[in-house]
């Protein structure tokens, strides 16, 4: 603090700067406050692989190269506060090292963004104020506790905010370029300021969800400048073109008046919903006579326009312009005239409330033919030097219409009409390479709706105007308009020509190799077309491991396909392979290292797919390649065909003479003799099936039996509420269980590559259930059409078939399906399922099964949460902060963690052998979610032999809990275990297994465990609805089924309350809802807890609905007699039941409960590792070295140390009150730690221990997450 450097840093040498933290890692209370650089030859203040350091108002001036920074990305929850740095200029290029951009200083350079900054001011450098280039790099990147697969540019980002940034060079005051921030929704960039700076005052690259609220930005170049920034908001900012003081400085020749005083940019292909929003801002001094660009608040941009295509509406709302003409206002004439054949086309603004064109709400639009041809254009007022017309009254909605990008399609043309006007739209120039086949080109369009009865429709024409299919067409619509009227998918169809005449007979016709490769395209690696003993031939260049898979491809005509079933073409071409030296490679046709040539057809009733595999040749010879393909029926609709050429890793391969022609019908066959015959079928005959009983068989069975219980209700309420759910596979985070849990906006989805995907609910374990009706309600956002060609079924125990119904035709978006079944139906399981024959994804909205119980388990046990608190191992943890037993320690915010350069594997006892009814896997909530794909979830009995297995298919997202169902009378284990296939990372938050113990569980103490407090406790209710059930205590009766019910919307927050009947330590409370309908009314609840006086002790808010069931940890230690909970509003309070668990207050809280002894994550990172060492001191006034001892080297585990009377030689009597004085130092912490301090007896029996935090003076000290004991 306070310390002036001057002439410091030590240019070009890399490490040598002025101040410098150098892989420090964790220095909690570490602060560079109050002090000046000045003259620094290389940068300022460097924060390198270490974190918690507070560097606060320092200043400085004149130095070279990035000024305050962190260097490679592994660095955070440091602190800069209120620092300044100004005159930052530049070190040579490749100083201190070749990778560094200090040729392009910042004063703030930041590689993470999980840092505060607050109220920083960059005042003056040749390159950005604030410059964030997220990068994780070495060597911090080599650190063991930041390697988790960390990515910066996903991280959160800490407070930003109170920054400002004037005078930057190049580029902007602040700016995420090049390496962009993918920040999570909802980031905020707080109180910013930037002006007169150069270029621009924001520079936003590759990023999302950045939300500008308030600040300042004024006398920049440019306001803000965003390049590929989606979702970026401006709320509350105030934007100035040019004030009054640059005015005054031009007018004193102070400034030059360069005109570069640019608004807000609209970027086109920001990507459909994922515009920018601009909101409760003010611009003015945009009216300043300038020209181009620079005098409009808002305007169009001109980067990278990729198709010509505005395909991102902007949210415009509530602003306000200084007197401003609507001439200053808006522009695209920057966009729509940026680069001739790659101009921006289908600009279309909507003015929402009329604050941006000053009259009405309505539209700016471009006078562009996808638009204004079903609009009249007439109508509107043409904006001045804006090259856009403002239209009232009328709604439009943007869309884009994507097509094969290669180069056949270069000359295609679009053609929309409504049976009345056509508008045509070219695909026009795209900035990409042609080649790639990972692209799409993109043609626009916007429209209103369609007239009833009438849609648009789409066609398209080749180069020579004659009619063809561009290799596949998809729509995709904008985010719906906030006015009425924009048009709709189920309004807009597109017509395939007609396989007849001469068009169909050759699908290479575009090929024209002198002049290029026209139709072929690959993934990333390029293409070369050559001459080869008079033949042209495309050659690939060698895969490219940085950059993906490399294959040839090419897209066919799919309409000559599908107009021509039944009738064959001929596939042929030749092809050879060469490696690394050049050399021809041989192959022998059927391995995986001969090349693989794929003929597909998709999106129609079926889909088609066809390989082959083909011999090469050594001898520098062709392989020739001939097949001929039937078109089978099953093909109609489909909107893609292709061909893919496929070879093994590190070759290169060659083609020729490649084509695809349609034989006529008396033509003779053309297939050699040597190939095998193979017709098309809808699915491949070795299609596995899919057993749905468990192979391995348990040598328990579960003591209780189900027999015939009591007579049953004959109510048909909705069973699957209760059921269980899984399925044939679960990708894209479409989890089963999410088809039963009451809300339609939540699905299912099984993979898409399965041939008759499944989805089943199981009705429970020795339950009969009659089934009136199925109801099947479809997906509501998209894709409906996916949902045909299934079964719906009811199976009894044993999985027979006891019912079924078959279902063709397509179920449109959030359609609605009913099945009546047999009257007379009993069973214990439904399924949907797609037919044999049929390889599609699975999605629902929402599966019901209305019927009511006949046989139910007469004494069934009730069914448990067993996996927390109890015992978990690993094959590796990262780290003692993320050990196994964090995926048991009911907290989703710690994780377990394993090595990652190994198979991993967590293993959960439960304790004994029990019933496993299914297991929930709660992922990583922060990032990496992906590393759980394909794990392996086993049941293992006491031996540790596997019982049972479920594999999760895919990825999962982060926060995202898997549910895999077991639930047969065979699903008996002690352990349940998690594993992955392969070498890498696992990590979980929660493990939770659900089922009941067949024996008593054994305990290694008295310590008490918690149990349901509340159940057959007397309790009370604000009211009860017409005298509905038994009261309140229906929620305390045992039975999921009965419920409570308060009357609804009299005037007050309806409440229910629980007398346990003594003082209790709460830990937990789980709520069931009322199950057969109306869960939504029990939300937002707030649980109040009450002494023996009936006084409020502890009051815990909660948000959200709890769906059929939800339990609540209660995060204090609270102890209390009475709970009550209140909902959220006014409406009918309904429980099913309530549960509270805890232990008597008298008996104390048992340790493995205590959230307390699991400290953060952050902290143990900081703390020291195994085998530090706890000191025990006799004395706190007067010691020497013989009243010190070593208790114990820390064990690897949190352990219980015991502080023991000293009454021997280490004894000390305190001269005041004449009996022994004891204490405890520690000299190194090392996580949780239980210290305990003994009980003497006699006259010092109340004496326990003396814990000392702070002794020694100037030294820092650290005590977290220690229990004191007596």
């Known amino acids: 603090e306070g310390a002036l450097l001057q002439n410091m840093g030590q240019q070009g040498k890399l490490g040598r700067y002025p101040l410098h933290f150098h892989m420090s890692e964790c220095v909690h209370g570490s602060t560079l406050s109050k002090n000046v650089i000045w003259k620094s030859n290389q940068r300022c203040v460097v924060v390198h692989g270490s974190h918690n350091v507070t560097v606060s108002e320092n200043v400085a001036f004149d130095t070279k190269g990035h000024c305050f920074m962190l260097e490679d990305g592994g660095e955070w929850d440091n602190v800069f506060y209120k620092?300044?740095?100004?005159?930052?200029?530049?070190?040579?290029?490749?100083?201190?090292?070749?990778?560094?951009?200090?040729?392009?200083p910042s004063v703030y350079w930041i590689t993470n963004p999980s840092n505060d900054f607050i109220g920083n001011v960059a005042a003056g450098s040749q390159g950005p104020g604030f410059w964030f280039e997220l990068k994780l790099r070495a060597p911090s990147s080599e650190l063991e506790i930041n390697n988790h697969g960390m990515n910066p540019k996903a991280l959160a980002q800490k407070t930003f905010k109170d920054n400002a940034s004037h005078s930057?060079?190049?580029?902007?005051?602040?700016?995420?370029?090049?390496?962009?921030?993918?920040?999570?929704?909802?980031?905020?960039?707080?109180?910013?300021?930037?002006?007169?700076?150069?270029?621009?005052?924001?520079?936003?690259?590759?990023?999302?969800?950045?939300?500008?609220?308030?600040?300042?930005?004024?006398?920049?170049?440019?306001?803000?400048?965003?390049?590929?920034?989606?979702?970026?908001?401006?709320?509350?900012?105030?934007?100035?073109?040019?004030?009054?003081?640059?005015?005054?400085?031009?007018?004193?020749?102070?400034?030059?008046?360069?005109?570069?005083?640019?608004?807000?940019?609209?970027?086109?292909?920001?990507?459909?919903?994922?515009?920018?929003?601009?909101?409760?801002?003010?611009?003015?001094?945009?009216?300043?006579?300038?020209?181009?660009?620079?005098?409009?608040?808002?305007?169009?941009?001109?980067?990278?326009?990729?198709?010509?295509?505005?395909?991102?509406?902007?949210?415009?709302?509530?602003?306000?312009?200084?007197?401003?003409?609507?001439?200053?206002?808006?522009?695209?004439?920057?966009?729509?005239?940026?680069?001739?054949?790659?101009?921006?086309?289908?600009?279309?603004?909507?003015?929402?409330?009329?604050?941006?064109?000053?009259?009405?709400?309505?539209?700016?639009?471009?006078?562009?033919?996808?638009?204004?041809?079903?609009?009249?254009?007439?109508?509107?007022?043409?904006?001045?030097?804006?090259?856009?017309?403002?239209?009232?009254?009328?709604?439009?909605?943007?869309?884009?219409?994507?097509?094969?990008?290669?180069?056949?399609?270069?000359?295609?043309?679009?053609?929309?009409?409504?049976?009345?006007?056509?508008?045509?739209?070219?695909r026009g120039k795209i900035w990409f390479d042609e080649k790639q086949n990972h692209l799409s080109a993109q043609m626009p369009l916007a429209l209103p709706a369609a007239a009833t009865g009438s849609p648009y429709q789409i066609t398209f024409t080749d180069a020579n105007d004659e009619a063809a299919w561009p290799g596949f067409a998809k729509?995709?619509?904008?985010?719906?308009?906030?006015?009425?009227?924009?048009?709709?998918?189920?309004?807009?169809?597109?017509?395939?020509?007609?396989?007849?005449?001469?068009?169909?007979?050759?699908?290479?016709?575009y090929d024209d190799y002198p002049n290029g490769i026209h139709g072929w395209q690959n993934f990333f690696a390029g293409l070369v077309v050559s001459e080869d003993a008079g033949k042209y031939v495309i050659s690939t260049n060698r895969r490219k491991h940085d950059r993906g898979h490399v294959n040839l491809s090419r897209n066919l005509d799919t309409s000559c396909l599908v107009g021509n079933i039944g009738r064959t073409f001929h596939l042929f071409g030749k092809m050879r392979m060469k490696d690394e030296s050049d050399a021809d490679v041989a192959s022998d046709g059927t391995s995986n290292d001969s090349p693989k040539i794929t003929f597909s057809i998709t999106g129609g009733q079926s889909n088609i797919v066809m390989s082959w595999n083909l011999a090469t040749s050594s001898d520098g010879s062709w392989a020739e390649f001939s097949e001929e393909i039937t078109m089978p029926s099953g093909i109609e609709g489909a909107n893609r065909a292709q061909i893919v050429i496929d070879k093994a890793e590190k070759q290169e391969f060659l083609i020729t003479e490649w084509g695809m022609k349609l034989i006529p019908s008396e033509a003779p066959t053309l297939r050699p003799s040597s190939y095998p015959s193979v017709s098309p079928t809808l699915r491949p005959s070795s299609h596995p099936t899919v057993s749905l009983v468990p192979t391995k068989v348990a040598t328990l069975t579960p003591t209780k039996q189900p027999v015939t219980a009591a007579p049953v209700s004959a109510t048909p309420t909705n069973l699957a509420l209760t059921g269980l759910a899984s399925g044939d596979s679960e990708c894209h985070n479409g989890f089963a269980y999410k088809a039963i849990d009451g809300n339609s906006n939540s699905i299912n989805h099984s993979c898409c590559t399965n041939y008759g995907a499944w989805l089943m609910v199981d009705l429970g374990i020795g339950t009969l259930n009659y089934i009136e009706k199925i109801v099947v309600k479809n997906r509501v956002d998209c894709c409906g059409g996916r949902l045909k060609r299934f079964y719906v079924?009811?199976?009894?125990?044993?999985?027979?078939?006891?019912?079924?119904?078959?279902?063709?035709?397509?179920?449109?978006?959030?359609?609605?399906?009913?099945?009546?079944?047999?009257?007379?139906?009993?069973?214990?399981?439904?399924?949907?399922?797609?037919?044999?024959?049929?390889?599609?994804?699975?999605?629902?909205?929402?599966?019901?099964?209305?019927?009511?119980?006949?046989?139910?388990?007469?004494?069934?046990?009730?069914?448990?949460?067993?996996?927390?608190?109890?015992?978990?191992?690993?094959?590796?943890?990262w780290s003692q902060s993320s050990a196994a037993s964090k995926s048991v320690d009911g907290n989703i915010n710690s994780i377990f963690h394993s090595k990652c350069n190994a198979v991993p594997w967590?293993?959960?006892?439960?304790?004994?052998?029990?019933?496993?009814?299914?297991?929930?896997?709660?992922?990583?909530?922060?990032?990496?979610?992906?590393?759980?794909?394909?794990?392996?979830?086993?049941?293992?009995?006491?031996?540790?032999?596997?019982?049972?297995?479920?594999?999760?298919?895919?990825?999962?997202?982060?926060?995202?809990?898997?549910?895999?169902?077991?639930?047969?009378?065979?699903?008996?284990?002690?352990?349940?275990?998690?594993?992955?296939?392969?070498?890498?990372?696992?990590?979980?938050?929660?493990?939770?297994?659900?089922?009941?113990?067949?024996?008593?569980?054994?305990?290694?103490?008295?310590?008490?465990?918690?149990?349901?407090?509340?159940?057959?406790?007397?309790?009370?209710?604000?009211s009860t609805h017409?005298?509905?059930?038994?009261?309140?205590?229906?929620?305390?009766?045992?039975?999921?089924?009965?419920?409570?019910?308060?009357?609804?919307?009299?005037?007050?927050?309806?409440?229910?309350?629980?007398?346990?009947?003594?003082?209790?330590?709460?830990?937990?409370?789980?709520?069931?809802?009322?199950?057969?309908?109306?869960?939504?009314?029990?939300?937002?609840?707030?649980?109040?807890?009450?002494?023996?006086?009936?006084?409020?002790?502890?009051?815990?808010?909660?948000?959200?609905?709890?769906?059929?069931?939800?339990?609540?940890?209660?995060?204090?230690?609270?102890?209390?007699?009475?709970?009550?909970?209140?909902?959220?509003?006014?409406?009918?309070?309904?429980?099913?039941?309530?549960?509270?668990?805890?232990?008597?207050?008298?008996?104390?809280?048992?340790?493995?409960?205590?959230?307390?002894?699991?400290?953060?994550?952050?902290?143990?990172?900081?703390?020291?590792?195994?085998?530090?060492?706890?000191?025990?001191?006799?004395?706190?006034?007067?010691?020497?070295?013989?009243?010190?001892?070593?208790?114990?080297?820390?064990?690897?585990?949190?352990?219980?140390i015991a502080v023991y009377p000293l009454t021997k030689k280490k004894s000390a009597v305190d001269e005041t009150f004449g009996y022994p004085d004891f204490a405890v130092e520690v000299a190194l912490l090392d996580r949780s730690l239980i210290i305990e301090g003994a009980k003497d007896e006699g006259e010092f029996a109340t004496l326990g221990g003396h814990f000392i935090v702070l002794h020694t003076p100037h030294v820092h000290q650290h005590l977290e997450g220690a229990l004191l004991q007596n």
Not at 338 to 358: A, K
Not at 985 to 1014: D, I
């Open 83 to 104: 620092n300044l740095g100004a005159k930052v200029g530049r070190l040579p290029r490749g100083v201190p090292r070749a990778e560094e951009t200090d040729f392009f």
């Open 475 to 509: 729509l995709n619509l904008e985010r719906a308009p906030s006015c009425i009227g924009g048009v709709s998918a189920g309004e807009i169809e597109f017509a395939m020509p007609d396989g007849g005449g001469d068009r169909c007979m050759d699908l290479f016709k």
């Open 168 to 426: 930057s060079g190049f580029r902007a005051g602040f700016t995420t370029y090049e390496t962009g921030y993918l920040a999570p929704p909802g980031t905020v960039w707080e109180n910013i300021k930037a002006y007169k700076n150069k270029e621009a005052g924001l520079f936003q690259h590759g990023t999302a969800n950045i939300d500008f609220q308030g600040g300042l930005l004024a006398d920049n170049g440019q306001a803000a400048h965003n390049f590929h920034h989606d979702n970026a908001i401006y709320d509350g900012t105030e934007v100035i073109g040019r004030s009054e003081h640059m005015q005054f400085l031009i007018d004193q020749g102070r400034i030059g008046d360069h005109c570069k005083t640019g608004g807000l940019s609209l970027q086109p292909n920001e990507g459909m919903g994922r515009g920018t929003t601009i909101k409760n801002s003010s611009f003015k001094g945009f009216d300043n006579g300038c020209s181009g660009g620079a005098k409009y608040a808002i305007h169009v941009g001109n980067n990278q326009v990729r198709n010509g295509v505005f395909d991102a509406s902007p949210t415009i709302f509530n602003n306000t312009f200084a007197d401003e003409p609507v001439s200053s206002r808006i522009s695209a004439c920057w966009g729509i005239h940026s680069s001739g054949d790659n101009d921006v086309r289908t600009v279309v603004i909507e003015d929402m409330d009329g604050s941006l064109s000053g009259s009405s709400p309505g539209f700016f639009v471009q006078d562009e033919p996808s638009v204004t041809s079903f609009i009249d254009i007439t109508n509107c007022q043409m904006v001045t030097d804006g090259c856009l017309h403002f239209c009232e009254n009328i709604c439009l909605r943007l869309g884009i219409v994507s097509i094969s990008q290669d180069l056949t399609t270069r000359n295609f043309n679009m053609h929309i009409s409504d049976g009345t006007n056509t508008a045509s739209v070219s």
């Open 793 to 877: 079924e009811l199976l009894d125990a044993d999985k027979n078939v006891v019912f079924d119904q078959y279902h063709y035709g397509t179920v449109g978006n959030a359609q609605v399906r009913e099945f009546v079944v047999d009257d007379g139906t009993v069973a214990r399981f439904a399924r949907v399922r797609h037919e044999d024959s049929y390889k599609d994804c699975l999605h629902i909205g929402e599966l019901e099964v209305w019927g009511y119980p006949t046989e139910v388990p007469a004494s069934s046990e009730p069914i448990i949460e067993m996996a927390t608190g109890m015992e978990a191992t690993a094959s590796t943890i």
């Open 1026 to 1200: 017409n005298n509905a059930g038994d009261g309140a205590s229906s929620a305390v009766d045992g039975n999921y089924n009965s419920f409570t019910h308060t009357n609804c919307w009299k005037g007050i927050n309806e409440w229910w309350k629980v007398d346990l009947a003594d003082l209790y330590t709460i830990s937990s409370i789980t709520v069931g809802n009322r199950l057969d309908c109306c869960g939504g009314r029990f939300h937002d609840a707030t649980f109040s807890f009450y002494d023996e006086n009936d006084e409020e002790v502890y009051v815990m808010p909660t948000s959200g609905g709890i769906g059929n069931k939800k339990s609540f940890s209660v995060g204090a230690s609270v102890d209390a007699r009475y709970v009550k909970v209140t909902i959220g509003d006014q409406d009918c309070l309904q429980i099913g039941e309530f549960e509270v668990y805890g232990w008597k207050a008298s008996e104390g809280i048992p340790l493995e409960n205590m959230d307390r002894l699991h400290v953060g994550e952050e902290a143990a990172n900081c703390w020291k590792s195994p085998g530090s060492r706890i000191m025990l001191t006799s004395d706190t006034y007067e010691w020497d070295d013989s009243h010190i001892e070593v208790v114990a080297d820390v064990p690897s585990e949190p352990g219980t």
């Open 906 to 1022: 967590l293993r959960v006892d439960i304790g004994v052998m029990s019933f496993v009814q299914d297991v929930k896997i709660t992922n990583r909530g922060d990032c990496c979610g992906g590393r759980l794909r394909y794990a392996k979830v086993d049941l293992l009995d006491e031996d540790l032999n596997p019982v049972e297995s479920r594999y999760i298919q895919g990825s999962v997202g982060n926060g995202q809990v898997v549910q895999k169902v077991f639930n047969e009378e065979t699903s008996l284990a002690r352990y349940v275990q998690l594993s992955l296939n392969r070498a890498d990372c696992l990590h979980v938050a929660e493990v939770q297994v659900y089922g009941y113990h067949l024996m008593a569980k054994p305990t290694s103490s008295p310590t008490p465990v918690p149990e349901n407090l509340a159940l057959n406790k007397p309790a009370t209710q604000s």
